[in-house]
């Protein structure tokens, strides 16, 4: 039954998520990426994730994709651009991403998984929430800290961009 | 700001947006309107408007008591009216009936050309020309915007006598024309606007 | 094997969803009704009085009248999207609707059966329906920007700024209802506010009415009602992000709109008024408890939707940058302070 489910949200989620590459409105591919970020999240449903991907859909699909429709609109992106700035940086772009999937190859030959699958009891399932932000803030603290700075510093450089734009004109 | 604010008032303007003071007052006006009554006239088929008097609607002529038209076709009203709405023939009149032995062949108004001055109404020395309280005007047939004699000496839905303007509720009147909807000008509620 | 109690299980799975679409597909239509007669009475008028008595089949009327309208496709729209913009808008609405409990657990009399009021219980509920609430957001982009109309465009850039902007304040007033709760899930919510008014996250003072106003604040911005319905600003958008849409499309993003604004009183009432709590605990004799949890529910959903309607009859429109600063520089401050002080209560 999961499994039917899962190769369902797969395929949907690659075909979703080669039409943003190959669609050549950028609306549509932003339609796309919310599809497959969608499916994404229904897939970590099935893995017992509910808290993930909640967080999936309301971080991602919720703002992080409307951010990026409204500089879509508010630049409105030309398909001729579109298509320029594809041809200039084709080679680039296949080459970085060949390099990106030998490397994941590469990983995935050599490494082997060491977390032991399904070593949740029903219990901990249910706390879902609990076990993450338990997880969160004792075992991974210090990288959790450094992501929250490092966020920080990228809000508060916005706003210095902001701020020295007004200055200058004024 | 202004100097003249001090911080006694900036403090009052921080606890009248925190507590929503200014908000809560327009909910109170609106809530106030929710349950006052409503000033909708359902017209027409539940209440008529009959206006004052004074309310220029359409032309009448006037009779006497006795049914002699009191129009002498002085073409006053045709001379005063700014838009020539109004066209007068007179003609000799032998029968008696006219108070002189002068009538109105045809007496007829435009009323797409009509602006309801009034100017005709001061300008009758007879005061046979009036303009009504007849409002309900507007018409699919063009032709039915001029109005002949015979119309015109018709009474008024509204008689003269009655005074005041107001609400009547509205009264169903099948004829042989169709259904009409009248006022039931026994049902009126004065009102003064 | 055919399991049976898994059967019966989807089977009242199956049926508790369809009476629930079933309610939200109707709901909008006595809405449309009352937020008529509100507005008329507000306004001195009398509303809607022709079809039927005091105009109660005035939606019946214009539902006929949205069938039968033509449904025009702008010629330079981009048709795919324009045709699945007003399904966008709808999907989320309903979706929400899953996780809101509108009573607890209760035993049937004469079979002894438990049934709960209540879809499913998520453990991430509240997360779950901030999420689904957030998406219903690419039905007004989308169709704004499909309908190749400056007008529409400018509208679904307007919504999608002030979503961005409320959805942080949203999102805060919800963690403080998970401080006062200890829980994500809305049926631990309100089996947490039970016992009686005092014990709703409301009173609990001196945190509980800010958040209630934050949140009210900010749900009111999210589903683009008056004051913040600058999406649809008729003064200077002419109808905003709808206004190529037509017939059945329109109405089914009219549908979405007042599936929003039940959405909202509900969470008001679920988070801050106890759910379906009665101010006092009592029990009938007689009467199935199920009814009473049903009565006071509706009651503070109905409150609550009164509320918004004469909310939209009395104030006027925010300007687009008065919008933006009470978004970001009233409600976010006051909420990360209050996120403190509710810290400090919790510990």
């Given amino acids: ?170 | 700001m202004n100097c003249s604010c001090g911080v006694g008032k900036r403090i009052k303007d921080f606890v009248k947006s925190a507590l929503f003071l200014d908000f809560i007052k327009g909910m109170h006006v609106t809530l106030g309107y929710l349950f006052s009554k409503s000033i909708t006239i359902r017209y027409p088929d539940e209440e008529k408007w009959i206006p004052y008097q004074r309310f220029r609607g359409r032309h009448t002529l006037n009779m006497t008591s006795e049914g002699k038209e009191l129009c002498v076709a002085c073409e006053l009203c045709s001379k005063a009216c700014p838009t020539d709405c109004i066209t007068v023939i007179p003609m000799e009149d032998d029968t008696g009936i006219g108070i002189t032995d002068r009538v109105a062949k045809v007496w007829k108004v435009d009323l797409v050309r009509c602006l309801f001055c009034g100017y005709c109404e001061d300008a009758c020395p007879t005061r046979a020309v009036r303009l009504s309280r007849e409002y309900e005007l507007s018409t699919t047939d063009i032709s039915r915007t001029k109005f002949e004699k015979r119309e015109l000496l018709l009474p008024e839905s509204v008689p003269e006598q009655v005074h005041g303007g107001g609400i009547a509720k509205a009264k169903f009147v099948r004829s042989k024309d169709g259904i009409k909807i009248v006022a039931n000008l026994g049902k009126m509620k004065k009102m003064r606007w | 094997m055919i399991d049976l109690a898994l059967i019966i299980t989807i089977i009242i799975m199956v049926v508790k969803v369809g009476l629930l679409t079933m309610i939200l597909f109707s709901l909008p239509m006595p809405l449309t009704w009352i937020e008529r007669k509100v507005a008329g009475h507000i306004h001195a008028r009398l509303g809607p009085f022709r079809v039927g008595p005091h105009g109660i089949m005035q939606p019946m009327a214009d539902t006929v009248k949205l069938l039968f309208k033509e449904d025009i496709v702008p010629e330079k729209a981009d048709k795919l999207i324009f045709k699945l913009a007003p399904l966008i808008a709808m999907i989320p609405a309903f979706a929400v609707f899953v996780a809101i409990p509108v009573g607890g657990t209760w035993t049937v009399p004469f079979i002894d059966q438990e049934m709960n009021l209540y879809v499913t219980d998520m453990n991430v509920g509240l997360l779950y329906i901030l999420a689904m609430g957030g998406l219903g957001i690419y039905g007004i982009i989308f169709g704004g920007w499909a309908s190749n109309s400056k007008y529409a465009l400018l509208g679904g850039m307007r919504s999608a700024a002030q979503m961005i902007s409320y959805e942080v304040a949203l999102s805060f007033a919800a963690v403080g209802v998970v401080m006062m709760s200890n829980s994500l899930s809305l049926v631990d919510i309100v089996n947490t506010q039970g016992g009686g008014f005092w014990n709703w996250n409301f009173f609990y003072l001196p945190v509980g009415p800010v958040w209630f106003f934050i949140f009210i604040i900010a749900g009111s911005a999210e589903i683009n009602r008056i004051p913040f319905d600058l999406a649809e600003d008729e003064g200077t958008l002419a109808a905003g992000f709808h206004t190529e849409y037509s017939g059945m499309k329109f109405s089914f993003f009219m549908l979405a709109e007042y599936i929003a604004l039940v959405t909202v009183s509900v969470l008001a009432v679920v988070l801050f008024f106890g759910g379906w709590n009665p101010p006092i605990d009592y029990t009938i004799p007689f009467v199935p408890i199920a009814f009473i949890w049903l009565f006071w529910f509706v009651i503070k959903v109905s409150v609550f939707i009164y509320m918004f309607m004469w909310v939209r009859f009395t104030l006027p429109r925010y300007r687009y940058d008065q919008l933006m600063n009470i978004g970001w520089k009233i409600l976010i401050p006051i909420s990360l302070v209050n996120i403190l002080i509710t810290g400090f209560m919790r510990i």
Avoid: W
């Fill in chain 1, 1 to 170: 039954m999961e499994q039917i489910f899962f190769y369902i949200f797969a395929v949907i989620a690659v075909v979703a998520a080669v039409s943003v590459v190959v669609s050549r409105n950028p609306v549509h591919s932003a339609l796309f990426l919310i599809v497959c970020l969608l499916q994404v999240a229904a897939i970590f449903v099935l893995l017992r994730a509910p808290f993930l991907a909640a967080t999936q859909v309301f971080v991602y699909v919720g703002a992080v994709m409307v951010l990026f429709l409204f500089t879509v609109l508010v630049l409105d992106i030309g398909r001729e651009t579109v298509v320029e700035y594809m041809h200039s940086h084709a080679f680039a772009a296949v080459g970085a991403v060949v390099a990106l999937f030998v490397v994941l190859a590469y990983i995935a030959s050599r490494g082997t998984i060491t977390v032991p699958q399904g070593g949740f009891s029903e219990e901990v399932l249910a706390k879902n929430v609990e076990v993450v932000g338990r997880a969160l803030f004792t075992k991974y603290i210090f990288p959790f800290e450094v992501v929250s700075f490092l966020l920080l510093i990228a809000l508060v450089g916005a706003i210095v961009l902001v701020m020295n734009e007004k200055g200058s004109k004024s």
